[in-house]
């Protein structure tokens, strides 16, 4: 009986994932000795794959890293429909945010049926603080929203690890959250 060293499994895995190019995984095949954790920084200092990817790689995930067009790059948050990833349009290198609805709940057609409600809801809107819809994409048996990328923290975030914000800053934040509601009122939507 053979096994498979773990440095072998590790670049199968990868080579499955279809993150990494052959050619670029090249040089590591060569240096099959190495730890699969010093392959991994490697990869990941060279640009080839995200600390995200190469949590999930080491844990012995190598599915779920390609969505359609889409490479996702890192898990972003938890909405009350799924998860949101940072993802990469592949042919036009654009950074979106994916909101997917797992396939486990697209087989409940009241969840599906909200989560559908949700992506036409907010399709609809167009404000500069309100976060656009794009598309709205199934791939197998998961859905999944394009919606743009906002590139920065969350409100929560920022409070949690800077403490309570100045006044005129939050007064700020406070007015351009109105302005998004005030915009989403107009449209209809209640949230």
Same mark, same amino acid.
């Given at each position: 009986?053979?096994?498979?060293?773990?440095?072998?499994?590790?670049?199968?895995?990868?080579?499955?994932?279809?993150?990494?190019?052959?050619?670029? =995984?090249?040089?590591?095949?060569?240096?099959?000795?190495?730890?699969?954790?010093?392959?991994?920084?490697?990869l *990941?200092?060279?640009?080839?794959?995200?600390?995200?990817?190469?949590?999930? $790689?080491?844990?012995?995930?190598?599915?779920?890293?390609?969505?359609?067009? %889409?490479?996702?790059?890192?898990?972003?948050?938890?909405?009350?429909?799924?998860? &949101? %990833?940072?993802?990469e349009?592949?042919?036009?290198?654009?950074?979106?945010?994916?909101?997917?609805?797992?396939?486990?709940?697209?087989?409940?057609?009241?969840?599906?049926?909200?989560? $559908?409600?949700?992506?036409?809801?907010?399709?609809?809107?167009?404000?500069?603080?309100?976060?656009?819809?794009?598309?709205l994409?199934?791939?197998?048996? *998961? =859905? %999944?929203? &394009?919606?743009? %990328?906002?590139?920065?923290?969350?409100?929560?975030?920022? *409070?949690?690890?800077?403490?309570?914000?100045?006044?005129?800053?939050?007064?700020?934040?406070?007015?351009?959250?109105?302005?998004? =509601?005030?915009?989403?009122?107009?449209?209809?939507? *209640?949230?």
């Amino acid at each position: 009986m053979t096994t498979t060293s773990p440095p072998t499994d590790l670049l199968e895995r990868i080579r499955k994932s279809g993150l990494v190019s052959i050619a670029d =995984l090249q040089p590591f095949l060569l240096k099959a000795s190495q730890e699969p954790r010093d392959i991994l920084h490697q990869l *990941v200092n060279q640009g080839l794959l995200t600390e995200f990817q190469s949590e999930r $790689l080491a844990a012995g995930k190598y599915k779920g890293f390609l969505l359609g067009s %889409y490479k996702i790059l890192g898990r972003l948050g938890q909405g009350g429909m799924g998860q &949101v %990833y940072l993802a990469e349009h592949d042919a036009m290198r654009r950074f979106v945010a994916l909101k997917v609805l797992p396939a486990s709940v697209t087989e409940n057609d009241v969840a599906k049926e909200r989560f $559908l409600r949700e992506a036409r809801a907010a399709a609809a809107l167009d404000h500069p603080n309100i976060v656009r819809v794009f598309d709205l994409n199934r791939e197998g048996k *998961v =859905l %999944y929203l &394009v919606m743009e %990328y906002v590139e920065g923290t969350s409100l929560q975030n920022l *409070v949690e690890k800077g403490g309570r914000l100045p006044v005129g800053a939050a007064v700020d934040y406070v007015r351009q959250i109105a302005e998004g =509601l005030q915009h989403a009122h107009e449209t209809g939507l *209640v949230h």
